[in-house]
């Protein structure tokens, strides 16, 4: 309701200087050519042309008459009719822009994760810790050493971090594409060293898949128009990703501030 407020008064306060800016300017053109139409006119209305036949004669007195009338209600016309059609405009511009609104906000309503609540959360409680398989299972570490030794190791690997450091505006689509056919090579072998993958839906994106009712949220996001009860019917976006093994080396450095993750190379030459 808030956003049509504030929609509303700088719509109106647009249209009416948009408008009086054109209306002037069609108001002193109009005169210009009246103006112009009376003098073109007045010199057969002059005594000395007396002579000029009366069925001619009564004509320009009749179109003298017409451009003086329209004169006088010259600034009446023109404002009152431009007033009505600012007012037209305005109308338009309110609809067009409210319909504009309520899109965004469903827009809006659907990107943001999916509330359940009622009836769902009796059927997704928190649920007990579940025990891992032994391939995952590993010592719980404070420090961000397992992130650290995962960058270090594409970075070894694949160059990944001086890639994603790097202004790529002076390289061509060319060079990039053959730089980054290198260290999609790399980086993949570093994964398939040391993590395991599987995808949470085995069926290829675009597919409709079943969400069951026991999913557990944080495997399965739903978007979209979310209502009702599970089991839901959808589209799958991504098939998500599920790591079933993670073998990085043992951690023996204790934690410290400014985590090393590529030594810098120095050549020595004599």
Same mark, same amino acid.
């Given at each position: 309701?808030?956003?049509?407020?504030?929609?509303?008064?700088?719509?109106?306060?647009?249209?009416?200087?948009?408008?009086?800016?054109?209306?002037?300017?069609?108001?002193?053109?109009?005169?210009?050519?009246?103006?112009?139409?009376?003098?073109?006119?007045?010199?057969?209305?002059?005594?000395?042309?007396?002579?000029?036949?009366?069925?001619?004669?009564?004509?320009?007195?009749?179109?003298?008459?017409?451009?003086?009338?329209?004169?006088?209600?010259?600034?009446?016309?023109?404002?009152?009719?431009?007033?009505?059609?600012?007012?037209?405009?305005?109308?338009?511009?309110?609809?067009?822009?409210?319909?504009?609104?309520?899109?965004?906000?469903?827009?809006?309503?659907?990107?943001?994760?999916?509330?359940?609540?009622?009836?769902?959360?009796?059927?997704?409680?928190?649920?007990?810790? =579940?025990?891992?398989?032994?391939? #995952?299972?590993? @010592?719980? !570490?404070?420090?961000?050493?397992? *992130?650290?030794?995962?960058?270090? &190791?594409?970075?070894?690997?694949?160059?990944?971090?001086?890639?994603?450091?790097?202004?790529?505006?002076?390289?061509?689509?060319?060079?990039?594409?053959?730089?980054?056919?290198?260290?999609?090579?790399?980086?993949?072998?570093?994964?398939?060293?040391?993590?395991?993958?599987?995808?949470?839906?085995?069926?290829?994106?675009?597919?409709?898949?079943?969400?069951?009712?026991?999913?557990?949220?944080?495997?399965?996001?739903?978007?979209?128009?979310?209502?009702?009860?599970?089991?839901?019917?959808?589209?799958?976006?991504?098939?998500?990703?599920?790591?079933? =093994?993670?073998?990085?080396?043992? #951690?023996?450095? @204790?934690? !410290?501030?400014?985590?090393?993750? *590529?030594?810098?190379?120095?050549? &020595?030459?004599?």
């Amino acid at each position: 309701m808030q956003s049509k407020r504030i929609w509303t008064i700088p719509s109106l306060l647009s249209c009416l200087i948009m408008n009086s800016i054109l209306l002037v300017l069609l108001f002193i053109m109009a005169k210009q050519i009246l103006t112009a139409l009376r003098q073109w006119v007045g010199p057969f209305l002059a005594p000395e042309n007396a002579g000029l036949p009366p069925d001619a004669r009564s004509a320009f007195v009749g179109l003298s008459q017409l451009l003086g009338e329209t004169e006088q209600y010259l600034a009446l016309v023109v404002f009152g009719l431009g007033l009505i059609i600012t007012l037209l405009l305005w109308l338009i511009l309110q609809v067009q822009g409210r319909r504009l609104l309520v899109h965004a906000e469903q827009e809006v309503t659907a990107a943001s994760p999916p509330i359940l609540t009622g009836a769902a959360e009796k059927v997704a409680p928190p649920s007990p810790a =579940r025990e891992l398989p032994s391939e #995952v299972r590993q @010592p719980l !570490q404070a420090s961000p050493q397992t *992130a650290v030794q995962m960058l270090a &190791i594409l970075q070894r690997e694949g160059r990944l971090i001086d890639f994603l450091k790097e202004d790529l505006g002076p390289y061509t689509d060319d060079q990039i594409g053959a730089a980054v056919r290198s260290i999609h090579q790399g980086c993949q072998t570093a994964l398939l060293e040391h993590v395991d993958l599987k995808p949470i839906f085995e069926n290829a994106e675009g597919d409709e898949v079943t969400v069951p009712r026991d999913f557990d949220p944080k495997a399965i996001r739903l978007t979209g128009n979310v209502s009702g009860d599970p089991p839901f019917r959808g589209t799958l976006r991504h098939h998500g990703w599920r790591v079933m =093994r993670l073998d990085l080396p043992q #951690v023996t450095a @204790p934690q !410290q501030k400014g985590w090393i993750l *590529a030594p810098a190379e120095v050549e &020595i030459s004599e």
